[in-house]
Each structure stands twice: as C-alpha cells, then as structure tokens.
C-alpha cells in the first residue's frame, strides 16, 4: 500500500504534468508552436514516458516544418503506447506530407486498427492511394469516411476523381452532384478547370452542373 503522503504528492505530480499538457496543447491551438514545445519538454524532463507529450510535441514540431524531430516524437509515443492512435495518424499524415503515401496508408492503417471512426484517417488514406493510382482502394477509402460523416463534400469530389479518371461518366456525375449539392461556390468552381474532369467535359450533365444548371 502507497503511503500516503507519497500518494498524495504523486496525485499532485500527475495533475501538475496534465495541466502542463493541457498548457502546451491550448498554446499550439494558438499557433505559439515554440512556447507549446517548451511546455512538452518540461514535462518530458520530469516523466520521459508521458506519452500524450510526446505525440502533442510532434504535431507542433511538424507545424515548425522540423520534420525529422516530429517523426521521431511520434515514434516515441507509439514506443511507449504502441496503440495511440493520435500518434499514428499524425505520422501517417506527415509522411503523406513528405511524399511517401505508400508508409502514410501504414501509419493510417494502424490509427484505424486501434480507433476505427477516425473520419480523417479514411479521408487522408483515400488521398494517399489516389495519389498511388489504386483508385478502387481509393473510392472504397472514401466510401469508409462517408459512413462516419455522410454529408461532407470532400469526399464526394475525391470519389467524382476517381471516376472521372476511371472513365465512368455515371458515377463521376453523380459524386460531383452530391458534392456541389453540398458546397456550391467551392466545388462548381474548382470541377470547372480540374484536368482530371478533362475526359468527361464534354459530356452534357457535366456541363449543366458547373453552369449551375438545375433545370
């Protein structure tokens, strides 16, 4: 059994560090990247296992373009809590970032092993294997995050992609609709000079929907 006096100082370290987390999250959330660090550090130096830190550390070390100090604070995170999720996202989008989507659908894959309804992580994996050119696996990506957010508009102009580029006219139209449907001044305007809609410009739905078109 803790003595008590030991497992009142303990409670009171814990709660020290939480809100030295907490600190440096609000201050990242504030752009101030540096001062955020700073905070993680502290409490690296006292509780070098504090995974959270190391995960929050790495976001903010990437907003810093310090890619390298970033992935490296990722992977200590995932080292100690092999199933943070937060850490295997991030990862997963910094090395989409950094050009290497085939190690980014790894990172995300393993972020959706331990937490499957990460909408992001459906999303940014759909992009990552559009950009592979495994379209098939990209639409099915894309069809995964709509089950947890059905109505956003990204997703159906990312599937309309994939389509357009597969040549299938029918489907192409019908994700570009939902997608304008949803947001029209973003998405008609950007259908109008995306050269991946190149193959079915001619066609005359295409057309009615990106004149704005209803009738």
Not at 64 to 89: H, Q, T, V
Request: glycine share 6%.
């Amino acid at each position: 059994m803790l003595d008590p006096e030991y497992a009142e100082a303990l409670e009171n370290r814990n709660k020290a560090l939480g809100d030295l987390n907490r600190k440096g999250i609000a201050l990242a959330n504030l752009g101030r990247f540096e001062e955020a660090i700073a905070s993680f550090d502290t409490i690296l130096q006292s509780q070098s296992d504090f995974y959270a830190a190391w995960s929050h550390r790495g976001i903010a070390l990437a907003n810093l373009e310090r890619f390298e100090e970033a992935m490296a604070s990722f992977d200590k995170a995932i080292e100690i809590k092999p199933d943070d999720y937060l850490a295997w996202y991030n990862r997963g989008y910094l090395l989409d970032q950094l050009g290497c989507p085939d190690k980014a659908i790894a990172s995300y894959d393993q972020a959706l092993q331990f937490k499957p309804d990460i909408y992001e992580a459906w999303y940014n994996r759909a992009i990552a294997l559009y950009d592979l050119g495994r379209l098939e696996e990209a639409i099915a990506s894309y069809d995964k995050a709509l089950e947890i957010q059905p109505n956003d508009a990204n997703t159906f102009y990312g599937k309309a992609c994939c389509y357009a580029l597969e040549g299938n006219v029918d489907l192409a139209i019908e994700n570009l609709q939902q997608a304008i449907n949803l947001n029209p001044n973003e998405y008609r305007e950007a259908a109008k000079t995306d050269s991946v809609f190149d193959g079915i410009r001619g066609d005359n739905r295409f057309q009615a929907l990106i004149q704005g078109d209803t009738h």
